[in-house]
């Protein structure tokens, strides 16, 4: 498995000790990054829209080689100089295992290209990330838009009662029109899978989606865990390890 065959990932889940908005605050891409979307939790307002407003972000970076990924995970603070600012922070290296769908994060919108996948899957813990996108924003989508927002609450929401999901977030775009994404943790294969295509709230909202309900374009894209470190309310993966040992 050699890092000119695929890209790597790089995942950041930080915590502010007050909400920050995207309306009041910018911040820089990462170097080197071909990807790199820095964005709030979903927020959801009175009106069923987002704010664009937490204390929790999520940065998720593309890198072609690996030495430049492993330098962000082994200093992330060069990458992220508001890491200084914050009261928690986890940052995780990952391999892409496949890639599919379509995802505006480079300022067109790209079919299943976006993130080249390693041909040899290396096993490991699962992740998965996930996209989804409008193709405009006016009065006649904003119901689509409404019922997509909740609808990820409430697989979110149904997510946190299975105890095969490790952890659970999404990192909504900002008003550049390009998109966030999910991530998801597993504790297998299998148990993602359940979740994912039988029956259940994320199912459901599938079948919405495959109806025209929900949103224009989406993606899906599994990756493994190759390292990680800090604090997701607490380590996420020293859980899967302690619960395979006991």
């Known amino acids: 498995m050699t890092s000119a065959r695929h890209d790597w990932i790089t995942l950041h889940r930080i915590r502010f000790p007050v909400p920050v908005s995207v309306t009041e605050r910018s911040f820089p891409t990462a170097p080197g990054a071909s990807v790199w979307r820095f964005c709030p939790h979903q927020s959801v307002g009175a009106d069923g829209l987002l704010t664009r407003r937490s204390d929790v972000w999520g940065a998720f970076g593309i890198w072609p080689e690996r030495d430049a990924a492993e330098a962000v995970i082994d200093d992330p603070a060069t990458a992220m100089p508001w890491l200084s600012e914050t009261v928690a922070a986890w940052h995780c290296l ?32 699962m992740m998965i990330v996930t996209t989804a996108g409008f193709d405009s924003v006016t009065d006649e989508v904003l119901p689509r838009i409404k019922r997509f927002i909740a609808g990820v609450s409430e697989v979110l929401d149904w997510y946190g009662t299975l105890p095969s ?74 859980e899967l390890e302690e619960g395979l040992l006991t």
């Open 94 to 125: 990952a391999v892409p295992i496949s890639h599919r769908g379509k995802v505006n994060w480079r300022g067109e919108v790209e079919d299943g290209t976006a993130i080249r996948a390693t041909a040899q899957d290396p096993g490991g813990a």
């Open 165 to 238: 999901n490790l952890r659970r977030a999404v990192f909504n775009g900002g008003h550049d029109g390009r998109e966030g994404f999910t991530l998801s943790l597993w504790s297998s294969d299998e148990a993602m899978l359940e979740a994912a295509y039988h029956p259940g709230r994320h199912r459901a909202r599938m079948d919405d989606s495959r109806a025209g309900l929900l949103m224009d374009r989406s993606s899906f894209t599994r990756l493994r865990a190759v390292r990680s470190h800090g604090d997701w309310n607490g380590d996420p993966f020293a």
